[in-house]
């Protein structure tokens, strides 16, 4: 009896021992991980990004070069924050799926044409893609629909759903929806 409680403890510890306690006093996974297909190069990146509360600079790195402008090899800095809130919203809907990236960074010069094709769309002028805070994804085996009403319950940026083209976006700007 008394072995069988010490390895229910060390059970325990070492399920708990797989968690970091966050300022709130609630429980977060020690491990922050994204996967990611992109729909324009075929790519695919499944990366570690945060472990015990911490970013890993080698994998943000990765995940800038995976993010990048893919009209003009143009690269930029990611929003951390923005990483953390596209993970928050695949947990809050109970999935470890891939991310299928349509767009994230874009470069000034990609922005103006993107704007310039499609004054109705709604391509900003000042749009958070070009300040690596924004993403256009899909999540594999969640409806788009489901995707954006999940991102708008976290109140932590923008959202717009393009039920057309079947996308959401996510930025880590003000609060608004579109």
């Known amino acids: 009896m008394k ?5 229910c403890a060390i059970a325990l510890l070492l399920i708990l021992g797989s968690f970091a306690t966050v300022s709130q006093g ?4 020690d491990e922050r991980q994204l996967s ?3 729909t324009h190069t075929g790519k695919r990146l499944s990366v570690v990004y945060a472990r015990n509360g911490h970013y890993v600079p080698s994998a ?3 995940i800038n070069n ?3 402008d893919f009209r003009t090899g143009d690269a930029a800095e990611m929003d951390p ?7 928050d919203v695949r947990e809050a809907l109970g999935s470890d799926s891939t991310y299928h990236v349509v767009s994230a960074y874009r470069s000034p010069k990609t922005n103006e044409m993107l704007r310039g094709k499609s004054q109705r769309s709604g391509v900003a002028k000042k749009s958070q893609h070009l300040l690596g805070k924004a993403i256009d994804v899909r999540l594999e085996g969640v409806n788009t629909a489901i995707l954006r009403d999940q991102a708008l319950a976290m109140k932590r940026g923008g959202v717009g759903y393009y039920e057309a083209s079947d996308f959401v976006h996510m930025d880590t700007g003000r609060v608004r929806r579109w």
Do not use: A, P, Q
């Open 3 to 7: 072995l069988l409680r010490n390895m």
């Open 26 to 29: 609630t429980l977060v996974k």
């Open 36 to 38: 990611f297909y992109h």
């Open 60 to 62: 943000l790195e990765k």
């Open 66 to 68: 995976f993010l990048f």
């Open 81 to 87: 924050e923005l990483l953390d809130l596209i993970y």
